[in-house]
């Protein structure tokens, strides 16, 4: 089974600042990788995905992510945050020959400040 | 993409009795899914709704406590039975995408037992 580390539970920044979220997982088998937000009192919206190709991956809201297979890494970027992209984050594995079970991490809950 | 709804969206139940959630998908679906969402915690898998079999429960979960139905390829219910205060979480049903890699949420049922 995968695992999922989100190592930072908390991210706070300033508004127009850039930002990074980590996710880490476990295995090294072939996977398919997600990052996933959920706005309060809201169910979970899927920001972007790896499957295949290209390492960096372009999602809504001007977030990116970066697929490093050697560091079993796939960080979410953004250049310039909103106080709208408060939010908290999830990143979200499943191996390609059991897509069906997705595991996710602890979430890393982003608060833009004015 | 899919469009997931769920109800009731909150309830606060009594200890001892049961809950039934709802969830309904605005087209058809193989795969279907339950997740709890513990507070201030990630997801977790309850269980795979299977059309016109028995869910498939994870590690931890059974069938007596999370009946499960699946009629058709829209629709599922879960239902929380002889519910005990640790039972209060969101309850979130998804839907896997047509295209097999990735996963719809529905906005979730927060339920809290007194």
């Known amino acids: 089974a995968q695992s999922v580390t989100q190592l930072d539970s908390q991210v706070p920044v300033f508004e127009e600042a850039p930002v990074e979220l980590r996710c880490n997982y476990s295995?090294?088998?072939?996977?398919?990788l997600f990052w996933y937000v959920q706005y309060p009192n809201q169910g979970l919206q899927l920001l972007l995905k790896?499957?295949?190709?290209?390492?960096l991956v372009k999602g809504i809201n001007g977030f990116e992510a970066e697929f490093n297979k050697s560091q079993t890494s796939f960080h979410l970027r953004k250049p310039s945050v909103h106080i709208s992209d408060t939010a908290e984050y999830f990143c979200?594995?499943?191996?390609?020959?059991?897509?069906?079970?997705?595991?996710f991490g602890s979430g890393t809950k982003l608060n833009v400040k004015p | 993409s899919a469009v997931i709804s769920q109800k009731p969206s909150r309830d606060i139940c009594q200890r001892g009795t049961s809950l039934t959630i709802q969830c309904q998908v605005d087209?058809?679906?193989?795969?279907m899914f339950w997740y709890r969402q513990q507070p201030g915690q990630s997801l977790t898998l309850i269980a795979t709704?299977?059309?016109?079999?028995?869910?498939?429960?994870e590690s931890g979960f059974v069938i007596d406590k999370f009946p499960i139905s699946r009629p058709n390829l829209t629709f599922s219910t879960l239902t929380v039975s002889n519910m005990s205060p640790e039972d209060s979480s969101i309850y979130l049903c998804?839907?896997?995408?047509?295209?097999?890699?990735?996963?719809?949420f529905g906005p979730g049922t927060r339920l809290t037992v007194l």
């Open positions: 979200a594995v499943s191996d390609v020959e059991d897509f069906n079970k997705f595991y």
């Open positions: 295995s090294s088998v072939s996977v398919y």
């Open positions: 998804s839907a896997m995408g047509s295209s097999y890699n990735e996963q719809f």
């Open positions: 790896y499957l295949s190709g290209s390492t």
């Open positions: 087209s058809q679906v193989t795969m």
């Open positions: 709704a299977n059309q016109g079999s028995e869910a498939t429960y």
